[in-house]
Structures are given as structure tokens and as C-alpha cells.
């Protein structure tokens, strides 16, 4: 009778083990799925504006960001998502991301520039390539020149070429990994009047080094000071001139300023 006894005690401790060892496990599951599902859940969402309609370089190169900034949300985890709706610049649609960017265009409408003026006045972030930063008299739009620093499109040198830039604030966290100088790929460089610099709201973090001057085939920049690389400290916005033809994406420095500037403007670096 007791080693009856004994052998049923047996049975159930070993029971409740099981059960217990069981329900560990299946707490131990649970976390660990609910730690990977908070570890999946992108950190920030960015919305890039392009079009297919303009230049077909400035196409080629919307296409490489594309392709280059994907890369980039997959590893950092991050969302990213494209349109060439730019109807979607407007309030609603804007809310929930963190930083857009403007690829190879720029809005053309009232109704989008005000949606635009709204989303950055209450700190949106904003990384513009190029034609981007395009004005001239015929945009009339003073509230992006003032966002633009003050810096109005004065010409470019053509063909795009390569070009020696010096990083001016390598303490930035923009720059910071950045070497002194580097030789960037070819690109159509453009020349701005008044210079950015002149604002005392811009901080310039790169600038086309003088040793390339005259520069350029058929159209010639012979000097002045030309930044390539800046940021309106009002708001938060990095302005890159970088953006024309089918080598922007080729460099790895390079490469390391784009990363770093989407990264910066949605405050995780």
C-alpha cells in the first residue's frame, strides 16, 4: 500500500513538472515573440517623392536612391515607401511619416507647396536631391527660397563630371565619418546666387573644392563658392545637389553621407 502510495506521488510530481516546465516554455515563446515582433516594427516611415516624366538621367538616378534607400530602411529598420503621386503632398497624407524626400522633382501646385510649408513648419524632415532645390524667377515660390537659405539656381556646369568636395564640419553628424575630402562621382554641379553660406541660418557641411575649377565641357562654372551639401538650421531639412546621372549611387563615401543624412533628420543619429 505505500509503495502504491509512493509510486502515485511519484507520478504526479513528475506531472507537475512537466506542466510547469510546459508553461515555461510557453511564456518563454510568448515573450520571445513579442520581442521580435517589437524588434521588426519599423523605428520611423519615409516617403520619397519622384517622377518618371523628367529628364531620363534624372530618372536613372531616382531609380538607384530607390533601390539604395530600401537597402538601407531593410538594414536600419526603418519603412520606406515611394510614389510619383505628388498629390499626396498634402496634410492627411503626410502624417505619418517621419522624413520625405524629393528625388528628381519638386511640387508643382499651390495647394502641394502649402501642404509642403505646413508638413516643415511643424517639423517635418525633408532630404532634397538636385533639381529638387531647383528656383528661379519663373517658380515664384519666396517661402522655399528663404527655405533654401536664400540660394537661387545661377547655372551649372554640363557634362556632369566628377568632382573633388571638401567636408566643411566633419564634427556633424551628418559628416562625421566622412573623410577631409573625397572625389565624388560625376554630377551636374550647380551654382547658387546669393551662396547659402551668406545666411546665417545655413550651416554648410559640404562645399565643391576650388581645385576643380573651371569646371565643365560645354558649360563652364570658372569659380565661386559653390556648397553642395547643407542644412536650414530653422527647420529640419539636408539640401544635396548630388543627382544626376548613373554613377551618384557608385561611391561608398558617398553613400555614407546619404545614410547618415536620413538617419540624422529622423533623429536616430
Known amino acids: 500500500m505505500k509503495q502504491t502510495n509512493f509510486a502515485g506521488r511519484t507520478r504526479r510530481r513528475i506531472y507537475l513538472i512537466t506542466a510547469f516546465q510546459a508553461l515555461l516554455a510557453a511564456v518563454l515563446l510568448f515573450l520571445f515573440w513579442n520581442m521580435a515582433a517589437v524588434a521588426q516594427k519599423p523605428v520611423f516611415k519615409v516617403l520619397a517623392f519622384y517622377s518618371t516624366d523628367v529628364e531620363p538621367d534624372h530618372v536613372h538616378t531616382a531609380n538607384d536612391a530607390l533601390a539604395f534607400f530600401r537597402g538601407l530602411a531593410a538594414k536600419s529598420n526603418f519603412a520606406f515607401e515611394a510614389t510619383t503621386d505628388w498629390t499626396k503632398l498634402n496634410e492627411n497624407d503626410l502624417k505619418p511619416y517621419r522624413v520625405i524626400l524629393w528625388l528628381n522633382n519638386f511640387p508643382q501646385t499651390p495647394e502641394q507647396r502649402a501642404a509642403f510649408e505646413e508638413y516643415m513648419e511643424h517639423s517635418g524632415g525633408w532630404l532634397g536631391f538636385h533639381v529638387a532645390g531647383y528656383n528661379d524667377e519663373t517658380t515664384k515660390w519666396a517661402w522655399f527660397v528663404d527655405f533654401m537659405g536664400g540660394a537661387v539656381f545661377y547655372t551649372n ?25 573625397y572625389a565624388a562621382p560625376a554630377n551636374e554641379w550647380y551654382l547658387w546666387k546669393p551662396s547659402p553660406r551668406s545666411n546665417k541660418n ?36 539636408i539640401y544635396m545637389n548630388m543627382g544626376h546621372g548613373e554613377k551618384i549611387y557608385s561611391d561608398a563615401t558617398q553613400n555614407m553621407l546619404f545614410a547618415n543624412a536620413i538617419l540624422w533628420l529622423a533623429n536616430q543619429k
Do not use: E
Request: charged share 20%; glycine share 4%; hydrophobic share 35%.
Open 157 to 181: 556646369n554640363w557634362p556632369p563630371l566628377p568632382a573633388k568636395l571638401t567636408v566643411d564640419d566633419r564634427t556633424h553628424p551628418v559628416t562625421r565619418k566622412l573623410p577631409a575630402t
Open 202 to 237: 545655413v550651416h554648410v557641411l559640404v562645399t565643391l573644392d576650388p581645385s576643380n575649377y573651371p569646371i565643365g565641357v560645354k558649360d563652364i562654372i570658372t569659380g565661386g563658392d559653390l556648397p553642395v551639401v547643407w542644412t536650414n538650421t530653422k527647420y529640419r531639412m
